[in-house]
């Protein structure tokens, strides 16, 4: 099992900036694949980013792209999303999930392991 826990959610003006937390405990963080992904209500779960076991590899949506940036910290048991530029439609609960996988993948089904989610909300 592992367990994750997310925090740095929260409110901020449209074009500020937060960063999230991930943290992981349980079995070796380090061959977990990490990422993240949202969720507003009524719509399907929604891939943001993802990061290799190392770190070397991440693969960012096209709709963060260039204003969201995934890092992680093995040492620490810790995944990061910095989120700059925020939009009213970054709004959402945004999790964090673990894959037993050697690359970063983007389809929520591939991850086995779920935080509860942390809340952000841009204001206009």
């Known amino acids: 099992q592992v367990q994750l826990v997310e925090s740095g959610g929260g409110l901020v003006q449209a074009g500020g900036s937060l960063r999230l937390s991930c943290a992981a405990s349980?079995?070796?963080?380090?061959?977990?694949?990490m990422g993240w992904f949202r969720q507003t209500p009524g719509k399907e779960r929604e891939f943001v980013a993802a990061?290799?076991?190392?770190?070397?590899?991440?693969n960012i949506a096209d709709s963060v792209k260039g204003r969201f940036t995934i890092s992680r910290d093995n040492a620490k048991n810790t995944v990061y999303l910095q989120m700059n530029t925020l939009k009213p439609e970054d709004t959402a609960v945004y999790y964090c999930?673990?894959?037993?996988?050697?690359?970063?993948?983007?389809?929520?089904?591939?991850?086995?392991?779920w935080g509860q989610g942390t809340q952000v909300t841009v204001s206009s």
């Open positions: 349980g079995r070796t963080f380090s061959n977990y694949a």
């Open positions: 990061i290799s076991r190392s770190g070397g590899i991440t």
């Open positions: 999930a673990a894959d037993y996988s050697a690359v970063p993948r983007t389809t929520p089904r591939e991850y086995d392991y």
